[in-house]
């Protein structure tokens, strides 16, 4: 199996310029609950780099993909995609599963390059995604509660209507577009030390791994995914991709049922360690990023800053840069509210 190399995601990164950004690197304090007297978050662009400091004390920094112009970092690999289309598979229209946050980056290419979107969702997927999507011009469809229920269905109305499929996850461009956010975060901190990812059917922490390792292999990755949707750690613990019977938790973009066959392969190669995060964790973190951030983070975008919360990944052991990718910010305001009101 082919893994995508850092050339390809050099190039990934030229192709995505006309729609993805930069995102921006935000040095926060390292988050401890039930503190209120921690200093502000001080931007870091992309034209200049953290100072390097003789004091090996933890320093945190946030890589904010919830700012991205449809709110994940999703718009990444989608816009790598549509384009290495062909014109033709381009007016045949493209077509695409997702539970929220990939169907509305589809979209959005879509939209940019002048091409139909269909977008296959489960039923549970929260509104805020669903109009996202629609409002981007695509149809949305709903297909049952896991990514297999919506992948059958937009494989059955692909091949019904000549549609072109764009994989959520696990296909090589689409790698490679999320791994530009690796390219990014190195350019933006050089002296980091290791890098949190959340983990849902591996494809942004593949892409990530992917640009991390081949450019300094001393870096550590690590992917954090909730409890209730452990596929990666499971699928590692058993030696390959395994399907869980079902997966449950308010990090709605992290529910895959499995990792992809090329994900898994990735994450093998270039991952130091997978790590699992409970759900009252990843609700203190959302309500810590928007008071000391002051970061509107949906959930699965929050898990990577959890695991610091709770200490994991080995991250005591760890002096320097520290990077967390804070993934979307796709959640609906009233429940984002409830989150900050009730921790």
Not at 24 to 44: C, F, I, N
Not at 115 to 127: G, S
Not at 141 to 161: K, M, N, P, Q, V
Not at 227 to 250: H, N, P, Q, Y
């Amino acid at each position: 199996m082919t893994l995508v190399s850092l050339d390809d995601i050099r190039a990934a990164h030229e192709r995505i310029r006309p729609t993805a950004i930069v995102t921006p690197l935000l040095e926060v304090p390292w988050p401890q609950l039930g503190r209120s007297d921690q200093p502000p978050p001080r931007l870091w662009r992309s034209a200049e780099a953290p100072a390097k400091t003789e004091d090996p004390v933890r320093r945190l920094f946030l890589k904010c993909e919830n700012l991205q112009p449809m709110g994940a970092f999703k718009i990444r690999g989608a816009c790598n995609m549509l384009a290495q289309l062909t014109s033709a598979e381009l007016a045949r229209g493209v077509i695409t599963y997702s539970s929220g946050n990939h169907g509305q980056a589809v979209a959005l290419a879509a939209l940019h390059v002048g091409a139909t979107a269909v977008i296959v969702m489960p039923t549970t997927a929260p509104a805020v995604k669903v109009e996202g999507a629609r409002g981007y011009g695509a149809e949305v469809i709903f297909a049952g509660t896991t990514s297999i229920d919506r992948r059958l269905r937009a494989e059955a109305e692909a091949e019904s209507r000549g549609l072109t499929m764009v994989p959520p996850f696990d296909h090589p461009w689409i790698i490679a577009g999320q791994g530009t956010a690796g390219l990014e975060l190195l350019d933006q901190a050089p002296d980091v030390s290791v890098v949190y990812v959340p983990v849902g059917g591996g494809g942004l922490i593949s892409g990530v791994a992917a640009a991390v390792k081949q450019s300094n292999p001393d870096v550590r990755v690590v992917g954090v995914e909730p409890e209730g949707a452990a596929k990666m750690s499971r699928s590692l613990e058993a030696g390959r991709a395994v399907t869980l019977d079902r997966t449950e938790s308010i990090a709605d973009g992290l529910l895959a049922v499995r990792p992809g066959e090329l994900t898994f392969a990735h994450v093998r190669r270039y991952v130091d360690e997978v790590i699992t995060v409970p759900e009252e964790a990843i609700k203190d973190a959302i309500a810590w990023l928007a008071r000391h951030a002051r970061l509107v983070v949906e959930p699965s975008g929050a898990v990577t800053t959890a695991a610091l919360m709770l200490g994991r990944g080995g991250v005591a052991r760890e002096n320097g840069q520290t990077v967390a990718v804070v993934s979307g910010g796709n959640v609906a305001p009233d429940q984002f509210a409830a989150y900050l009101t009730t921790r």
